[in-house]
């Protein structure tokens, strides 16, 4: 399986980071449109890879939602908000 399959299959909680021979702006453009955290070139210097992986797990800590759900019940922590199904309590 090719890396453009795993990520035309969508959007999922993984973090994808590319490192390619492929080094045209068409390939890397490509791999960011289709949803790649970091797409990276060789040669490469592993320096740069492993601060590259720092920030891409960065990223994804960041992008969690501050939200909490279970079933019908959602509580908006940000507003101080509950709802279940399709009640709303302030």
């Known amino acids: ?7 035309a299959r969508g959007k999922s909680a993984d973090t994808h980071l590319i490192l390619s021979a492929r080094d ?10 289709l ?13 740069e890879l492993v601060a590259r992986l720092r ?6 800590i960041a992008v969690q939602d ?7 019940l959602s ?8 709802s279940a199904a399709k009640s709303a309590f302030p």
């Open 1 to 7: 399986m090719t890396w453009q399959n795993v990520c």
């Open 24 to 33: 045209s702006v068409h390939d890397i453009v490509r791999g960011l449109d």
């Open 35 to 47: 949803g790649v955290d970091d797409y990276m070139t060789e040669p490469f210097s592993f320096d």
């Open 55 to 60: 920030a891409v797990k960065r990223r994804a």
């Open 66 to 72: 501050p939200n909490l759900r279970g079933g019908d």
């Open 75 to 82: 509580l908006i922590r940000p507003a101080g908000k509950c």
